[in-house]
């Protein structure tokens, strides 16, 4: 029996947040006169309600704005105000604070907002679907690439022809091992636990970050009294606390918690994700780009890992554009390496970064926690410097694609 073949200018493998992000600015850009297909089997359910929730960048939310997609976002969505910085062990009884950040990159606009994956991704959904992009609940099984088109089986027993596929399926992506993509990179021996407390006080929009001996600590402000946490610990500690009974998992929190926000309580089961390094050598093949964790995983310690997935999406978006605009295919080699260029350098300087920050903060030794303390102290001096951060933070430095500029198409 011969598969359904059917025809698609862009297919995009993957409908998490970059894959549904991506979908919805070529659409919005290019109209009813070019298709965009989402294909990805969790598609058959809403998006899962598992408290997850990402610090999404000045930068990311001036796209969402310009895409339609922000107003259902903003009402579930924390600014994050202010953050402070603390260098220190895990029983010292106090904990300095060596840095802290003003949280506006503009007046009235904060340099990260804090939202429930959830919420994000149903905005997208929405506003794919108003667009006309079309959403598959099927997975990429494989594909083939020629001179003309890709034709990509799907899990459902159809096939698709399209222009331009896009890799969207995260950091094991498939697509990019059948592509022959090779990574470099290396397993941290961490893993980021991950829950969301609620507490007996407010935040007033201060996110937090310890740096402790095992890795960082964050707290990270959500709407109401709560709080989201990214704990990092050595992998098989991790997976021994997430499997402690609640309470004592509560009395491990709390030794780093503190009790600035008064009484808390987890309000959802922690879960564990090992963290790395890993980033493609190429981030393009024949008719075939690479966004997202398929492009680049690096350690959550600056928080910016969603955030480079957006710019990917911003870039590529543009390049996509500005292509089929002029009647070029956005499959072509020349297209591609546009994106490639404007991309891989930023990602490996971003991998570099995060790789030493953790090696600095993620250890012990006194003599380095007396230089970084150091360091940290004179960057809290230096307000020029500090403002850099913030708009590094906010994603709004360097060559920085339209629509993170919050510029349509």
Not at 117 to 125: D, P, S
Not at 173 to 191: C, F, K, N, P
Not at 287 to 305: F, K, S, T
Not at 306 to 321: K, T
């Given at each position: 029996?011969?598969?359904?073949?059917?025809?698609?200018?862009?297919?995009?493998?993957?409908?998490?947040?970059?894959?549904?992000?991506?979908?919805?600015?070529?659409?919005?850009?290019?109209?009813?006169?070019?298709?965009?297909?989402?294909?990805?089997?969790?598609?058959?359910?809403?998006?899962?309600?598992?408290?997850?929730?990402?610090?999404?960048?000045?930068?990311?939310?001036?796209?969402?704005?310009?895409?339609?997609?922000?107003?259902?976002?903003?009402?579930?969505?924390?600014?994050?105000?202010?953050?402070?910085?603390?260098?220190?062990?895990?029983?010292?009884?106090?904990?300095?604070?060596?840095?802290?950040?003003?949280?506006?990159?503009?007046?009235?606009?904060?340099?990260?907002?804090?939202?429930?994956?959830?919420?994000?991704?149903?905005?997208?959904?929405?506003?794919?679907?108003?667009?006309?992009?079309?959403?598959?609940?099927?997975?990429?099984?494989?594909?083939?690439?020629?001179?003309?088109?890709?034709?990509?089986?799907?899990?459902?027993?159809?096939?698709?022809?399209?222009?331009?596929?896009?890799?969207?399926?995260?950091?094991?992506?498939?697509?990019?091992?059948?592509?022959?993509?090779?990574?470099?990179?290396?397993?941290?021996?961490?893993?980021?636990?991950v829950c969301t407390v609620a507490h007996e006080y407010e935040h007033h929009g201060r996110a937090e970050e310890?740096?402790?001996?095992?890795?960082?600590?964050?707290?990270?402000?959500?709407?109401?009294?709560?709080?989201?946490?990214?704990?990092?610990?050595?992998?098989?500690?991790?997976?021994?606390?997430?499997?402690?009974?609640?309470?004592?998992?509560?009395?491990?929190?709390?030794?780093?918690?503190?009790?600035?926000?008064?009484?808390?309580?987890?309000?959802?089961?922690?879960?564990?994700?090992?963290?790395?390094?890993?980033?493609?050598?190429?981030?393009?093949?024949?008719?075939?780009?690479?966004?997202?964790?398929?492009?680049?995983?690096?350690?959550?310690?600056?928080?910016?890992?969603?955030?480079?997935?957006?710019?990917?999406?911003?870039?590529?978006?543009?390049?996509v554009a500005e292509a089929m605009r002029l009647g070029l295919d956005p499959g072509a080699p020349d297209v591609?390496?546009?994106?490639?260029?404007?991309?891989?350098?930023?990602?490996?300087?971003?991998?570099?970064?995060?790789?030493?920050?953790?090696?600095?903060?993620?250890?012990?030794?006194?003599?380095?926690?007396?230089?970084?303390?150091?360091?940290?102290?004179?960057?809290?001096?230096?307000?020029?410097?500090?403002?850099f951060f913030v708009r590094q933070a906010a994603g709004i430095t360097g060559d920085v694609p339209r629509l993170?500029?919050?510029?349509?198409?």
């Amino acid at each position: 029996m011969t598969a359904h073949l059917s025809q698609t200018d862009i297919l995009i493998a993957g409908g998490g947040l970059a894959g549904l992000c991506l979908a919805v600015a070529i659409k919005d850009a290019l109209g009813s006169g070019t298709t965009v297909t989402v294909a990805d089997p969790a598609l058959a359910a809403p998006p899962a309600e598992d408290g997850r929730a990402s610090a999404f960048a000045a930068a990311a939310c001036r796209m969402f704005r310009t895409l339609g997609a922000w107003e259902q976002v903003e009402p579930e969505a924390q600014p994050i105000l202010d953050m402070v910085v603390t260098d220190s062990r895990t029983m010292d009884p106090v904990r300095p604070v060596f840095l802290t950040f003003a949280g506006e990159v503009a007046p009235g606009e904060p340099f990260a907002w804090m939202a429930p994956n959830a919420v994000v991704t149903r905005a997208l959904r929405a506003r794919a679907e108003a667009l006309g992009v079309t959403l598959t609940a099927a997975g990429v099984d494989g594909f083939t690439a020629d001179t003309a088109a890709t034709t990509a089986r799907l899990t459902n027993g159809q096939s698709m022809t399209a222009r331009l596929l896009v890799a969207c399926d995260g950091g094991r992506s498939r697509l990019r091992d059948m592509a022959g993509i090779r990574t470099v990179g290396w397993d941290y021996g961490q893993s980021g636990i991950v829950c969301t407390v609620a507490h007996e006080y407010e935040h007033h929009g201060r996110a937090e970050e310890h740096f402790l001996p095992a890795g960082p600590f964050a707290i990270l402000p959500l709407k109401g009294n709560r709080s989201s946490i990214v704990w990092t610990e050595q992998t098989e500690r991790a997976k021994r606390l997430c499997a402690l009974p609640k309470p004592l998992f509560l009395d491990e929190l709390e030794t780093r918690f503190g009790h600035r926000l008064g009484v808390i309580e987890v309000v959802d089961k922690p879960a564990a994700y090992p963290l790395g390094l890993k980033v493609a050598r190429d981030f393009v093949a024949a008719r075939l780009a690479l966004v997202g964790d398929a492009a680049h995983v690096i350690h959550p310690i600056a928080g910016q890992g969603i955030n480079m997935g957006f710019r990917d999406v911003a870039a590529l978006a543009e390049c996509v554009a500005e292509a089929m605009r002029l009647g070029l295919d956005p499959g072509a080699p020349d297209v591609l390496a546009r994106y490639q260029r404007w991309r891989r350098f930023d990602t490996a300087l971003m991998g570099a970064t995060t790789d030493g920050l953790n090696r600095l903060f993620s250890n012990g030794s006194t003599p380095l926690r007396t230089i970084r303390d150091l360091g940290l102290g004179l960057v809290d001096r230096m307000p020029a410097l500090k403002g850099f951060f913030v708009r590094q933070a906010a994603g709004i430095t360097g060559d920085v694609p339209r629509l993170l500029r919050g510029e349509a198409l």
